[in-house]
C-alpha cells in the first residue's frame, strides 16, 4: 500500500494539494497516495487520530485548524512556534511534529522564482494578521536592510516586532508614516484583496519598488497590484508560486526529495489582468 497522506480544512472543495501532491510524487517517481479531508469543527484530535491509526504519514492543514494542529503536536519547529500556527505535520512513532512552511514557501518564491534579492533590501510588509506571521522569519532571514510592518491596527504590528524582534531588526508602524518613505519589495499580506479592498497604502511606496507581492493566489489583478502596475512596478506576483513552494518544503520534510515547482506554479497560474 502506498504511504498515505491529506490535507484537512474546512472547507476543502477547492483545495489544490492533492494536484500539486500529485504531480511532484510523478514527477519523483514516489509511491504516496494523498487525500483531503474535510475536518468537522471540534474534532481535529479525533479525525487525526484515526488518520495517523490508519496507517497516515503526515498531513498538510489548512484553515481553520492551524491552531488545533498546533496544540496537537508534540514537537514544534521555530516556525510553527513564531508563526503560532502549523501547516504541517509529519508522524514518526508516538511523535507529531509540526512545521509552517507558508513564509520559506514565500520567501523562496521571491528569491528563487522571481529573482529579486531581498538582501540588504527594504521591504514593506503589509498586515499584521496570521498571514505576515508566518512570513516574517524567512525574510528576515535573508537580512534585509530595513523590515517595516504596517498594520491599520498598530498594536498588533506592535505585537509582531517583540515576537521576533530579537532575530533582527524589525519595526512596526501605523499607515500614516508611508507617504514619503521607498521600498524594494512590498508584501501585501492583509486580507483585505480576499474581499476586494485595497489596504491605505500610498502609491508613492512604489516609487523605487522592484516587486510587489499579494499573498492571495487566484485573484488576479487585485487592487493592490493594480496600484503598483500603475505605480510603474516591473514586477508583479500573487501566491501561486508560495502556495506551490511551501508544498515541496512539505514534501521535502516528508519524502526526503524536493520536487521541482515549475509545472505546477505552470499550471495553477492564473494571469494577473
Ligand atoms: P490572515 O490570517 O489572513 O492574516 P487575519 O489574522 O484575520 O487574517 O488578519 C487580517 C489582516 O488583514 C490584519 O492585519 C488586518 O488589519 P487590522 O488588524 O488592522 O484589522 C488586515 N486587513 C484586512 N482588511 C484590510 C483592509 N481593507 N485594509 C488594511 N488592512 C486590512
Keep these: 500500500m502506498p504511504d498515505q497522506y491529506a490535507v484537512i480544512g474546512n472547507p476543502i472543495g477547492h483545495t489544490k494539494s492533492p494536484l500539486i501532491h500529485g504531480m511532484f510524487a510523478e514527477s519523483c517517481g514516489q509511491d504516496i497516495h494523498y487525500a483531503a479531508i474535510e475536518g468537522q469543527l471540534g474534532k481535529f484530535a479525533q479525525q487525526v487520530d484515526s488518520f495517523r491509526s490508519s496507517g497516515g504519514r503526515g498531513l498538510n492543514i489548512t484553515a481553520p485548524f492551524k491552531l488545533d494542529a498546533f496544540a496537537y503536536a508534540t514537537h514544534r519547529s521555530e516556525a510553527a512556534t513564531l508563526a503560532g500556527a502549523v501547516n504541517c505535520l509529519k508522524f514518526e512513532g508516538s511523535d507529531i511534529l509540526a512545521e509552517n512552511f507558508d513564509g520559506v514557501g514565500l520567501s523562496r518564491d521571491i528569491t528563487h522564482n522571481l529573482g529579486v534579492s531581498m538582501q540588504g533590501r527594504r521591504v514593506l510588509v503589509l498586515g499584521a494578521g496570521g498571514a505576515a506571521r508566518g512570513a516574517l522569519l524567512p525574510i528576515l532571514r535573508q537580512q534585509p536592510s530595513r523590515l517595516l510592518i504596517v498594520n491599520r491596527d498598530v498594536a498588533k504590528a506592535e505585537a509582531l516586532v517583540q515576537a521576533v524582534g530579537h532575530l533582527g531588526q524589525v519595526e512596526a508602524a501605523g499607515y ?46 487585485t487592487p493592490f497590484l493594480q496600484l503598483a502596475s500603475q505605480a510603474g512596478v516591473r514586477r508583479l506576483a500573487d501566491g501561486v508560486g508560495m502556495l506551490a513552494e511551501q508544498a515541496a518544503e512539505a514534501f521535502l520534510w516528508w519524502r526526503g526529495i524536493r520536487p521541482d515547482t515549475r509545472a505546477v506554479i505552470d499550471k495553477l497560474t492564473v494571469p494577473l489582468t
Excluded: R, W
Design 176 to 221: 500614516d508614516v508611508l507617504s514619503g518613505l521607498h521600498f524594494d519589495v512590498v508584501i501585501n499580506a492583509t486580507s483585505a484583496s480576499l474581499t476586494g479592498g485595497l489596504p491605505p497604502v500610498p502609491a508613492s511606496v512604489f516609487a523605487q519598488a522592484d516587486l510587489a507581492y499579494e499573498l492571495a493566489y487566484g485573484k488576479g489583478l
